[in-house]
């Protein structure tokens, strides 16, 4: 009997109808296989998971394979966005077995969860034989699987451990990270390593607070090259904004063609700040498109954001998205269609399959001749409705707090940038102002959802859908990335509930999470136990759980002036330095907080009555210092301490900076302000 009907998760819905008798991971199917004494097979995956689709289509849908699978196993089936503590003890496992990782992860385990046998896909012939194979040993060498699996959960125990060496995380480590970065940077393409190439959000942020800090120009150029490489390649949808997962090739042309909340809210955050930093048109478009496209592709009224967009559209991936010169010229007209090949390297022979294209900018047109971009912008638009009128991909709609959480403190950080550099008068500004709102309204949707829903008896859970929450607990990024989003509206909105609800957030963590070494686990000490605990100290895909909490824990200690969050902070990041150093591209996120306390982090205070208007604000988002806070309000604010007895001056607008718990003398004019954050 397949167990998967009643399933909130969308991946595991997808699989409702299998002939495999699944299972939710649960204590009851590890209980069966006992009984059955028959080892687990655990199926791990993710909605917009392309070869995940490829594999259930094959083996999955397949009577004969559901038939094996039922006479010698339990099957398990995971979604590993809803039970990432889950995917991270098989996924270490899967790697330290096989070298490499992904999805779908396919495990055989023994009936208490230990894993003996670990891979990713296989095709339905392979898969078939492993089947029989595995069942076979457990038959007749019991023995030899057993020590197998001991063997792995002590592998896996070791990766996965805290104690280990710490140190401060100084100014020479991050500039040892930006040297190591810039050595491994792809001079010719942008980002770093070769195909399949990912967007390195997390490293890029780091490099603009590290450019920042030390004015390197290496820095700044690696991050403003990566940035035009990737806006101008497939991978970034050239008609309604937002980035797919990753490129197939080196050179970002072609996309892997799901789209995840947590990948565009990371790549907002990015856009955004070398937007403030160097006034960049490209940087100004692309986070517009972005927020617009989380906005209006993955928002869910009254809710939050959801996971994804599917790979695949009807089975076909990239169905929705690639086109050839015919149909660009059917969409357009014979003159429109031909430029529009030209300028989005729309060729015969095809840059995808079948001799389709994935658009992508052949030339610069940020800063093209008005008349020019006013045809590019027409194209775009006629194109986007050619395109809705065919098949859509499928929308992952469950919402997870930690990236609900990115895309929060994304969209805060995009409206402070857009309310300082946005003038009445500019060419986009009626666009622009059409985009902050829906995003406005998107972000506090989310912020409302997560604290009226995902909060339950003060503690976090990791999903929700349809406004009914899941049963998974929290894990510690979702408390991080929550209550670092908390903190960033806290900022934009001067309500101090904000600020209330990540301190609550923050003391669960510690008093949770927290390790003796000043490292964190991943999961809770009261949380169901695995076989090992998992504490990766690594950014991936997303932030670690420790860098999201050690990010939070410094913003909030700047918003409070309480130094215990600040030394919690420091004491995790002491965990991570060691690896700072010498794998810099798996510590972006660690390394962008260890930028934030090496500049103080800064704590500017604008005392004024017009919060969104005051030249004072605009120049303190324009010139803030990295991971400086900003607060602006009416002095005495109630909840928020950044303005607690920090009256006006001579009846004008104030603003107070302090750094390090030292105070500058309160300034009244903008020139004296950006003086001192200079």
Not at 605 to 618: M, S
Request: hydrophobic content about 45%.
């Amino acid at each position: 009997m397949n167990r998967l009907a009643d399933a909130t998760s969308p991946y595991l819905l997808q699989h409702a109808d299998n002939p495999v008798d699944w299972w939710p991971w649960c204590p009851e199917a590890f209980a069966e296989a006992k009984r059955r004494d028959v080892p687990v097979l655990i199926s791990v995956g993710y909605a917009a998971c392309h070869w995940c689709h490829v594999m259930a289509h094959e083996s999955f849908e397949n009577e004969q394979v559901g038939a094996l699978v039922n006479d010698d196993f339990v099957a398990i089936k995971v979604d590993r966005e809803e039970r990432p503590d889950v995917d991270a003890v098989y996924m270490t496992a899967t790697q330290a077995m096989t070298g490499q990782g992904g999805w779908p992860m396919t495990v055989f385990a023994t009936p208490d969860g230990t894993p003996f046998f670990c891979g990713t896909y296989f095709p339905r012939p392979n898969f078939v034989r492993l089947l029989e194979s595995v069942a076979a040993a457990w038959r007749d060498q019991r023995e030899a699987v057993l020590r197998q699996g001991a063997a792995v959960v002590e592998a896996i125990g070791g990766a996965q451990a805290v104690g280990g060496p710490t140190a401060p995380l100084t100014a020479e480590l991050l500039d040892a990270a930006a040297g190591q970065l810039a050595r491994e940077y792809d001079e010719t393409n942008g980002g770093f390593g070769a195909a399949p190439k990912f967007p390195p959000h997390m490293n890029l942020l780091f490099l603009l607070r590290h450019h920042q800090r030390t004015g390197s120009a290496r820095s700044l150029e690696i991050a403003r090259h990566t940035a035009e490489a990737m806006a101008r390649g497939g991978i970034h949808d050239q008609l309604a904004g937002g980035f797919a997962r990753y490129s197939v090739d080196g050179h970002w042309t072609v996309p892997h063609f799901e789209k995840m909340l947590y990948d565009n809210a990371l790549l907002l955050r990015f856009y955004t700040q070398l937007w403030r930093l160097t006034g960049d048109r490209l940087a100004r478009r692309v986070a517009r498109d972005t927020a617009r496209f989380l906005a209006d592709e993955l928002h869910k009224p009254g809710e939050g954001f959801a996971s994804a967009l599917d790979a695949d559209t009807e089975g076909v991936e990239g169905l929705t998205y690639a086109w050839t010169p015919a149909q660009l010229v059917e969409a357009l007209g014979e003159s429109d269609g031909r430029w529009a090949a030209d300028l989005f390297e729309v060729t015969e022979s095809g840059t995808f399959e079948h001799g389709t294209s994935v658009l992508r900018l052949a030339r610069d047109v940020d800063d093209a001749d008005p008349q020019i971009r006013a045809r590019w912008q027409d194209v775009v638009g006629r194109l986007l409705a050619a395109r809705d009128a065919r098949p859509q991909p499928a929308r992952d709609d469950k919402v997870v707090a930690a990236w609900n959480g990115l895309a929060i403190t994304a969209i805060a950080e995009f409206l402070l940038v857009a309310a300082a550099y946005v003038a009445p008068d500019d060419e986009d500004a009626n666009l622009m102002e059409g985009v902050t709102i829906v995003a406005d309204g998107a972000m506090r949707d989310a912020a409302a959802h997560l604290a009226a829903v995902h909060v339950v008896d003060g503690r976090l859970r990791r999903t929700s859908r349809d406004k009914a929450v899941g049963e998974p607990a929290g894990v510690l990024e979702d408390y991080g990335c929550v209550a670092e989003a908390f903190c960033a509206l806290h900022q934009l909105t001067g309500e101090g509930r904000w600020l209330e609800l990540a301190g609550g957030l923050l003391d669960t963590a510690l008093a949770r999470f927290a390790a003796p070494d000043g490292g964190f686990y991943d999961t809770a000490d009261d949380a169901e136990r695995l076989v090992t605990r998992p504490a990766d100290p690594t950014d991936n895909a997303t932030p670690s759980g420790r860098s999201a909490i050690a990010a939070a824990l410094v913003t909030y200690a700047a918003l409070t002036g309480q130094t215990r969050y600040r030394e919690a902070a420091e004491r995790a990041l002491a965990t991570v330095a060691p690896i700072v150093g010498r794998h810099a591209r798996f510590t972006g996120y660690a390394a962008m907080a260890g930028e934030a306390l090496l500049s103080g982090p800064y704590e500017i205070a604008v005392v004024t009555d017009d919060p969104e208007g005051d030249p004072l604000v605009a120049a303190a988002t324009r010139h803030a210092p990295p991971g400086a806070v900003l607060v602006a309000g009416r002095t005495d604010r109630p909840g928020v301490p950044l303005l607690a007895d920090r009256p006006l001056v001579d009846g004008r607008p104030t603003a107070y900076v302090c750094r390090g718990f030292v105070c500058q003398r309160p300034v009244t004019s903008v020139d004296d302000l950006v003086a001192q954050l200079g």
